[in-house]
């Protein structure tokens, strides 16, 4: 089913407008939904998943440890780099153009529709999650607390797997103890 809806959805592209369509959804697509969403993924793992954590399940899965320049770039520079080069794309917004056809306003609103709904996605799930933990929980900033913290479900499925997890996690908890800046400077491990 889902090799013929995709398909049918590409024979958009083979009509005589096809070369359009795809400029308009590449550039919303690709150029604004994808460069934001990126950015909200980078800092969602790296400030609320946590870097610490993100590099405990790198160490479990890899078996090796990251050093110091990659918890800078991950924790600091890159979110950074992303959220700049999303506000100079905006910033430096043209005309959408294909060849000497400029997009007027209607494709160009159908192209932010486009942008827009896949980025809204991001807010609809928090909220969504907001509202489930707000029922078991006593008010709003508690139930923000809770979607914010990670769950003794965020490990490995398998029982043996899910076991060794642990250990890994008491280890490091153990050797971490003594550090009480792990929340103001995840890169410090």
Not at 6 to 32: C, E
Not at 36 to 44: F, G, N, P, S, Y
Not at 90 to 102: P, W
Not at 160 to 173: G, I, P, S
Request: aromatic share 12%.
């Amino acid at each position: 089913m889902v090799c013929v809806m995709g398909f049918l959805l590409g024979l958009i592209y083979t009509t005589p407008q096809g070369q359009y369509i795809l400029v308009l959804v590449d550039h919303y697509i690709r150029g604004v939904a994808i460069l934001l969403l990126t950015t909200l993924e980078t800092v969602a793992v790296t400030w609320v998943y946590g870097l610490r954590q993100f590099t405990r399940d790198i160490h479990f899965m890899l078996d090796r440890s990251t050093g110091l320049f990659w918890r800078i770039c991950w924790g600091i520079l890159n979110p950074t780099f992303l959220a700049e080069v999303f506000v100079y794309s905006q910033a430096q917004h043209q005309d959408l153009t294909c060849g000497t056809y400029v997009f007027d306003t209607i494709p160009t609103g159908v192209g932010s529709t486009m942008a827009v709904t896949a980025v809204a996605l991001v807010p609809l799930m928090f909220l969504k999650e907001v509202i489930n933990k707000y029922g078991a929980s006593q008010g709003l900033q508690r139930a923000l607390i809770d979607v914010f913290t990670a769950t003794s479900e965020w490990s490995p499925k398998d029982p043996a797997l899910r076991q060794e997890y642990r250990n890994l996690q008491a280890t490091e908890d153990k050797t971490a103890a003594w550090r009480s800046c792990d929340r103001c400077c995840p890169w410090a491990m």
